[in-house]
């Protein structure tokens, strides 16, 4: 459904991305992983076509995406930006219909559709109790699954999102990531979302894509990924790769300095 081409994309002068060849499984959760700056968001909003590359292309459905109109990229796609910010006095309520504008025109105005289409995203959401809310008086989570009713209201096959997790607690964070695992499992939703946490994308992602020097280092399972030696390459940072107690997925311990309770080895090497 969603595949790049020979990509190359940049700001000005500055490569971030270059000759890329990318697919997204349909109907999995995909993950983007890699140090600050490395191009992740960058690529995500070029698959969203709110970035013109440099070359090649972006394909949707197997056409070049920019031979699409913008509503109906709107009606295939939705993306949540990082840290998207809603107008001041924005209802819960109002904020998810503006996921149904792609749908809407002269000649078709608010429809039964729509509003069922509302109804279930807030559901699904868990913000149906929340819907006169002002978005503004929201907790971190809260919001956020506001913003995430507004994407879904769009009804579209693809969800990218851009660090959905970002400034919120370890509780609100599960919370956010469960409901999108759940939207998968339930709706067979395709998903592209950016993580820092590497072993929370071990756990929710089918495909994890780790992006260096300008392109993809490496691309398929979790447990196909994640080792020593891409954590050392990708991140720049030596680590221990375990197992997950309770999901049997990676599990990333980084070195680094701190109060320690077991015994260090004599030879410091050793911890190399």
Avoid at 57 to 68: A, C, H, Q, S, T
Avoid at 192 to 217: F, G, Q
Avoid at 231 to 242: G, S
């Amino acid at each position: 459904m969603l595949k790049t081409q020979s990509l190359t994309l940049g700001y000005g002068d500055s490569i971030i991305i270059e000759e890329l060849d990318l697919t997204i499984p349909k109907g999995e959760i995909s993950v983007l992983i890699g140090g600050n700056g490395c191009g992740k968001s960058t690529l995500l909003r070029s698959m969203a076509r709110l970035l013109k590359p440099h070359d090649g292309d972006v394909l949707l459905n197997g056409k070049e995406i920019n031979r699409y109109s913008s509503r109906k990229v709107a009606q295939e796609m939705a993306i949540l930006p990082q840290s998207p910010v809603a107008p001041e006095g924005l209802t819960v309520l109002q904020l998810v219909k503006q996921g149904r504008y792609p749908y809407q025109g002269f000649l078709q105005q608010w429809s039964a559709k729509d509003e069922e289409a509302v109804q279930n995203a807030l559901a699904s959401t868990g913000m149906l109790e929340l819907q006169d809310r002002f978005v503004d008086e929201l907790s971190g989570g809260q919001r956020q699954r506001a913003w995430i009713a507004m994407t879904l209201a769009q009804d579209t096959d693809i969800i990218l999102l851009d660090e959905p997790t970002t400034y919120l607690d370890m509780t609100h964070q599960i919370e956010i990531l469960d409901l999108l695992f759940e939207l998968n499992e339930r709706e067979n939703r395709t998903i592209v979302m950016v993580l820092h946490d590497l072993n929370l994308a071990c756990r929710y992602a089918h495909n994890l894509i780790a992006v260096k020097d300008r392109t993809v280092y490496k691309q398929g399972k979790p447990e196909e990924v994640i080792s020593c030696e891409m954590v050392r390459h990708v991140f720049e940072m030596n680590c221990q790769v375990t197992t997950d107690p309770l999901f049997g997925t990676p599990l990333c311990i980084p070195h680094g300095r701190g109060r320690c309770i077991v015994q260090q080895p004599a030879n410091p090497a050793v911890a190399q």
